[in-house]
């Protein structure tokens, strides 16, 4: 049994810091097959990709790592914000065409499309974390902004489900299931995963193991996942970055 791609990482072109070729050799080292780069898009701030031009400069180095032959296959990712509570991602549809892998997820810290949602998304998330209070309507919207997310977009993998900003997991999951995209286990967040694994399980929906690395150091730093995920015995032919043999 083998976990064999880390399917979300992050390099210089968001907030990492290491190059696309140092995650990649990182991968490889140790023994990866795949290995994704899934910088911040451009409306997350100050984490984010400094313009959606540097999204073709990030192809291109994708392209030219994978040239180099290290051993790993380089897919080239993004990690998109929901950026309204109805579940627009910060990608044009033609931008998401250009990717391998399209991860998406909810971050406290973007830039919203329209003001209404200052109020009604961005800053209760803030708040909540102050204030526990108002928590059933938060969780509330950005439940529908990430499953309609998932319904609007060919999402394959949803980071890290209920951190920072919570979710109803129950909920997320069915939609996850039907549109066959992926729940995160992130092992680079320390939370409680326990639900999302409970919640996959009874939904019937894929897991999958990612990093989130900052650095290439942890690029593949992946066991706390499945040591989760065999703890609470979830069909390994479900988590889609593992290897039965
Ligand atoms: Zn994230
Ligand atoms: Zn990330």
């Not at 627009?88 to 065409?97: C, G, M, V, Y």
């Not at 209760?124 to 108002?134: D, F, I, K, T």
Request: glycine share 6%; aromatic share 4%; net charge positive.
């Amino acid at each position: 049994m083998k976990l064999f791609a880390d399917y979300h990482t992050h390099t210089v072109f968001s907030d990492g810091l290491g190059t696309v070729r140092e995650n990649a050799a990182s991968a490889a080292a140790r023994g990866l097959s795949e290995v994704a780069i899934t910088d911040h898009g451009p409306r997350n701030i100050v984490t984010g990709m400094k313009g959606l031009d540097k999204l073709n400069i990030m192809l291109e180095e994708v392209a030219r790592v994978n040239r180099l032959d290290l051993g790993v296959k380089v897919l080239a990712g993004l990690e998109a914000s929901v950026v309204s509570s109805s579940g627009e991602l910060e990608l044009s549809r033609r931008a998401i065409k250009q990717l391998d892998l399209l991860v998406a997820g909810l971050h406290p810290y973007f830039l919203p499309r329209q003001l209404k949602d200052l109020w009604h998304f961005v800053l209760p998330n803030h708040l909540g974390r102050v204030r526990r209070s108002s928590g059933a309507k938060l969780k509330n919207t950005n439940t529908k902004a990430l499953t309609e997310a998932v319904r609007r977009y060919p999402v394959d993998i949803v980071s890290h489900p209920n951190f920072m900003m919570p979710v109803e997991l129950q909920e997320l999951a069915p939609v996850c299931a039907e549109r066959n995209s992926s729940l995160e286990i992130n092992t680079g967040h320390v939370y409680n995963k326990d639900m999302i694994v409970l919640a996959a399980q009874k939904a019937g929906a894929k897991l999958v193991i990612n990093s989130d690395a900052h650095t290439p150091q942890r690029v593949g730093d992946l066991a706390s996942g499945l040591a989760l995920v065999e703890r609470l015995k979830f069909p390994l032919q479900r988590v889609v970055n593992l290897r039965l043999e």
